[in-house]
């Protein structure tokens, strides 16, 4: 009976494929059709971060909310 896997995989070179995940599913001699997938679109943080407005806030009111924060505390 011939049924379809789909594994995924990279190649370590030229005539040889790294499956992600094992397909214990089957054995002996297999057809592979390859398929090239997109490359995932990643972003370095700082990139993200970059892209956000300018804060408002000057320092001295932000050092303000943190002594008002710790005071809150209790000696904790």
């Not at 049924?3 to 992600?20: Q, T, Y």
């Not at 700082?46 to 209790?74: C, L, M, T």
Request: overall charge neutral; glycine content about 6%.
């Amino acid at each position: 009976m011939s049924r379809n896997i789909v594994a995924r995989g990279k190649f370590s070179d030229p005539r040889h494929i790294e499956l992600a995940e094992p397909v214990p599913q089957m054995s002996g001699e297999v057809e592979v059709s390859i398929r090239q997938l997109p490359k995932a679109k990643t972003s370095d943080a700082f990139d993200v971060i970059a892209k956000f407005a300018p804060g408002s806030r000057s320092k001295a009111d932000i050092d303000q909310q943190i002594h008002e924060e710790r005071g809150s505390w209790d000696n904790r």
